[in-house]
């Protein structure tokens, strides 16, 4: 924990969206804001990682051309929300970068974690919808087995789409995808 201390800087007053953006990028572990307040999670762990990697590579092979799949980007939701998601579709293939503005998002992925089980089912599912993503995914590798639950925007919040089926996601929107969570 002192560890922690000495690499997080002091900050007495609310967190801009430009002061969180200014941090170093590494600090190994995820730096958010979420209405001046910061949120720190730690990395993810092997389970986490193992998860993400399998659904990564499945949807990457279903992305149409005119979208491009990416982990773990800023996505800036507002000027004082700013989010990590495990993993994106964004509209705007090949962008460099520091950060997406909500409106090139496709589809956010949250896998949970330990630290985050709370944070990522509720609160921030709430600020992909306010923030009118139109697809949000949520895995839980916990789960025996795997399990995920699509979500599709529909103008006032998220309506569940599908959820996995013993280890199994398939969708069909935004576009078709078979992933194989316990796999």
Known sequence: MAAAAETFPQHPQRWTLDEVLALPEDQGQRVELVDGTVVV?????????RVLHRLQVSVDRAVPTE???LPGVNVVLNGERLLI?????TMVPG?????FDAADILLAVEVLSPSSRVYDRALKRQLYAE??????VIVDP????????????DGAGY??????????LKWERP?????????
Not at 131 to 136: C, D, G, M
């Open 41 to 49: 999670s730690p990395a993810p762990g092997g389970g986490h990682q």
């Open 67 to 69: 979208y491009e799949l």
């Open 85 to 89: 998601p495990d993993l994106v579709i």
């Open 95 to 99: 962008a460099n970068t520091l950060y």
């Open 131 to 136: 923030a009118a993503i139109p697809f949000f």
């Open 142 to 153: 916990v789960a025996e087995p795997v399990s995920a639950i699509a979500y599709e925007f």
């Open 159 to 168: 309506r569940e789409t599908v959820r996995s089926d013993n280890g199994v």
């Open 175 to 183: 576009f078709p995808v078979l992933v194989d969570l316990a796999r």
